[in-house]
């Protein structure tokens, strides 16, 4: 009741106080009631979580030094040089294989975390995305392997099936993998509510400074080398 009061746009206003059926579900006086999530609506939930662009950019860059990344690369363009805004957040970790890229990008994925991570209920990743974006890829490497990817859209989310055909053209070639690593790409990104860019500087400019100060607070331990049993993290 909570959240519908202050997320009202989130919820429909039922027209019968019965469910009506979906695919694979019938109603009868007995037994147990299939009731999935509805995908996009689901979708905006997560999308609410509270993420501002500096946590949920750190939220990814949590997951990369898991991942024992020592670079991390992002890529954030000014929106009119072409395909809308758009990120992509690039480390050389460990990287995925095929299995565990389909589990990571299950909401509630069954994940082990670190006490030190920002992650905790699987849904992270999805819920730090999806909060700044309409769609995301996620694109992996393991050494020796080739690389693989998922993606999600938040319109086109029925039956829950993530994308694996092909990337459009530029999305490929705005990411760029080494040996090993994973890229997460936001596509589509929403523009901020409110921005504290002083008179005179532009809102863009104001989100890279306050992107920087951010992750340079949360990670300095790691960029300067302080976090036992790591080695040093360079954020380009």
């Not at 996009?40 to 990814?60: F, T, Y």
């Not at 859209?153 to 993530?162: F, I, L, S, Y």
Request: charge should be negative; glycine fraction near 10%.
């Amino acid at each position: 009741d909570l959240l519908q009061a202050s997320k009202p746009a989130l919820f429909g206003v039922p027209t019968s106080p019965d469910v009506a059926p979906g695919p694979g579900n019938r109603l009868t006086d007995s037994g147990p009631l299939h009731l999935p999530p509805e995908p996009r609506r689901l979708v905006r939930i997560l999308a609410s979580v509270g993420h501002s662009l500096p946590s949920a950019v750190a939220d990814i860059v949590d997951n990369s030094i898991s991942a024992d990344a020592t670079e991390i690369d992002i890529t954030f363009r000014e929106p009119d040089q072409g395909h809308g805004r758009w990120m992509t957040i690039t480390d050389n970790g460990c990287g995925m294989n095929r299995a565990r890229l389909s589990e990571a990008m299950r909401i509630g994925s069954i994940t082990d975390y670190g006490d030190g991570d920002l992650g905790k209920y699987g849904y992270g990743l999805k819920g730090a995305s999806w909060s700044q974006a309409e769609s995301f890829t996620v694109m992996t490497k393991v050494t020796g392997e080739s690389p693989h990817h998922l993606s999600w859209d938040g319109e086109h989310m029925d039956n829950w099936e993530a994308s694996r055909g092909e990337l459009d053209r530029w999305i490929s070639e705005a990411i760029s993998l080494g040996d090993h690593g994973t890229c997460v790409c936001w596509r589509d990104m929403r523009p901020p509510k409110q921005t504290s860019a002083p008179k005179g500087v532009a809102p863009y400019t104001a989100e890279v400074r306050d992107l920087t100060r951010h992750l340079g607070l949360v990670f300095h331990r790691f960029i300067n080398a302080q976090a036992k049993g790591r080695k040093a993290v360079t954020i380009r």
